[in-house]
């Protein structure tokens, strides 16, 4: 078992994901990171690299059963253990009124933000436990809502609701130390496809917001 703290980033190809996984692999981490963009994941390997970082790239769909099961049995033959998890997956259901969502989009949404977490936290929640001390693990939050976001909404909002209960189950048990973090709004793709035509230039970097992570939620 490595001394090397191990960090597992899911969503981690672009936006903020891929900013926590640079983060934190600056800050020591070794970090698995996973995405389904092959690609987007590479890059964040060549940035953490010339950081003098380390990564191990898993382009994978969270929404798969079989392959998080595989992921995580993995870590555990390699590394025992996880120090942290970050969630930062989300697949973002179109800007629209509620009463015309896009129903194929909308459940493959409800697949990647719901079905995929609950799933992933009963896979990861061991790994985490057999970390020294506690694991953690960290809920990339939003709490957007209002006129056309209903399907967002309605994603984060059951996010929230499990990782709510599981924060309150691990307050008594204190094996997992479970956090949510919200991130100001920044200049992602994911942010442009919820608020077309807002003023980019207002917005927080998701470097930024990643250090801000570390700070808040003492991963230093």
């Excluded at 698995?32 to 191990?56: M, N, Y």
């Excluded at 956090?179 to 470097?207: C, I, K, N, V, Y």
Aim: proline share 6%; charged share 25%.
């Amino acid at each position: 078992m490595t001394d090397q703290k191990i960090a597992l980033v899911t969503g981690a190809s672009r936006g903020f994901g891929a900013a926590a996984a640079e983060t934190l692999a600056r800050a020591g981490y070794h970090v698995i990171a996973v995405a389904r963009t092959q690609g987007g994941l590479e890059e964040l390997d060549d940035r953490i690299k010339e950081a003098g970082g380390h990564a191990t790239l898993a382009p994978m769909d969270i929404s798969d059963t079989d392959a998080m099961r595989h992921l995580c049995r993995a870590i555990f033959d390699r590394w025992g253990r996880l120090d942290l998890w970050v969630h930062a997956a989300v697949q973002t259901p179109p800007f629209s009124p509620a009463e015309q969502l896009d129903l194929p989009f909308w459940q493959k949404a409800v697949t990647t933000d719901v079905y995929a977490l609950g799933m992933l936290v009963a896979f990861v929640a061991p790994l985490l436990r057999a970390a020294p001390g506690r694991g953690t693990a960290i809920l990339v939050d939003d709490t957007a809502e209002g006129p056309f976001l209903g399907g967002y909404a309605a994603c984060k909002a059951a996010q929230r609701a499990l990782f709510t209960a599981w924060e309150a189950e691990q307050a008594r048990l204190q094996d997992v130390h479970v956090l949510r973090f919200e991130p100001a709004p920044m200049p992602t793709a994911h942010r442009h496809r919820l608020f077309p035509g807002e003023d980019r230039s207002r917005l927080a970097q998701p470097m930024d917001e990643a250090a801000r992570m570390i700070r808040d939620c003492a991963l230093g």
